[in-house]
Nanobody, 123 residues
Framework: QVQLVESGGGLVQAGGSLRLSCAAS????????MGWFRQAPGKEREFVAA????????YYTDSVKGRFTISRDNAKNTVYLQMNSLKPEDTAVYYC????????????????WGQGTQVTVSS
């Protein structure tokens, strides 16, 4: 079992930046691909970004490309989401997730989830 704890959310003005962190424990972190997802009020959970076990491959949804960067530090058992040029439509609860195998965008394929961290972007 992998336990995931997100941190770094908060309130920021449009155009600002935040860095989310997700600390993992319980199993060998480098065995897992990691993903970030988000869920806005009244909307379905959506894929944001994913990274493979080594950090050599990353994937993003179109709406965050060029603004968000996913990275990981396997020595610290942590995955990050650097969010720049934030927009009000980025407001959501952000979740990190882990899965064995490839880094993919399907939330249903991730077995382990954190509790989420709120990101609010004011206009």
């Amino acid at each position: 079992q992998v336990q995931l704890v997100e941190s770094g959310g908060g309130l920021v003005q449009a155009g600002g930046s935040l860095r989310l962190s997700c600390a993992a424990s319980g199993r060998t972190f480098s065995n897992y691909a990691m993903g970030w997802f988000r869920q806005a009020p009244g909307k379905e959970r959506e894929f944001v970004a994913a990274i493979n076990w080594s950090g050599s491959s990353t994937y993003y949804t179109d709406s965050v490309k060029g603004r968000f960067t996913i990275s990981r530090d396997n020595a610290k058992n942590t995955v990050y989401l650097q969010m720049n040029s934030l927009k009000p439509e980025d407001t959501a609860v952000y979740y990190c997730a882990a899965r064995r195998g490839a880094a993919i965008s399907a939330a249903t394929e991730y077995a382990h989830w954190g509790q989420g961290t709120q990101v609010t972007v004011s206009s």
